[in-house]
């Protein structure tokens, strides 16, 4: 998690969303990145996307079966989707999104072990600090 963190402050030096991710496989990294769907011009650019993307290409297999990722914000909707068509097996994640955030209310033929809270409080302040600067406050 703490190279998730890493990564979600180099997204908030580029006025992204600080959000990073890295996604491990029998305690290897196979990937990492961080939110850019500004710079991407890509709406599907979350950092969770980047990290399956990358992997899968690596691999040259969609399925990322046995795999761990560690993201520094709960997944939205559309990554949650994507994690339970990679197979994703266990996610782990830093601050909760109570507004976007989709870890209950996705089900599928394929069940995500999902773990929060690691190392939320850096991961919320991050986030936080972000916000309070794109606001002026």
């Known amino acids: ?5 890493e ?3 180099a997204a908030a030096a580029q006025g992204e969303v600080p959000v990073g ?9 196979l990937a990492e990145g961080w939110n850019h769907p500004i ?6 650019a979350h950092a969770e996307m980047v990290v399956l993307r990358k992997a899968a ?5 969609y ?36 507004r976007w955030g989709a870890r209950q ?6 069940d995500v072990i999902y773990e929060g809270g690691l190392m939320a409080d850096e991961s919320a302040a991050l986030l936080q600090a972000f916000f309070a600067g794109r606001r002026g406050l």
Request: aromatic share 2%; glycine share 4%.
């Open 63 to 98: 399925r990322l079966t046995g795999t761990t990722l560690y993201v520094t914000l709960e997944p939205c909707l559309m990554c949650a989707g994507a994690l339970i068509q990679a197979r994703v097996a266990r996610v782990v994640y830093g601050a909760s999104d109570v």
């Open 7 to 9: 990564l979600a402050h």
């Open 1 to 5: 998690m703490m190279r998730a963190l």
């Open 21 to 29: 991710a890295v996604l491990v496989s029998q305690n290897q990294i």
């Open 105 to 110: 209310s996705v089900s599928a033929n394929h």
């Open 57 to 61: 290409a690596s691999l040259q297999n």
């Open 39 to 44: 710079a991407a011009c890509d709406p599907t």
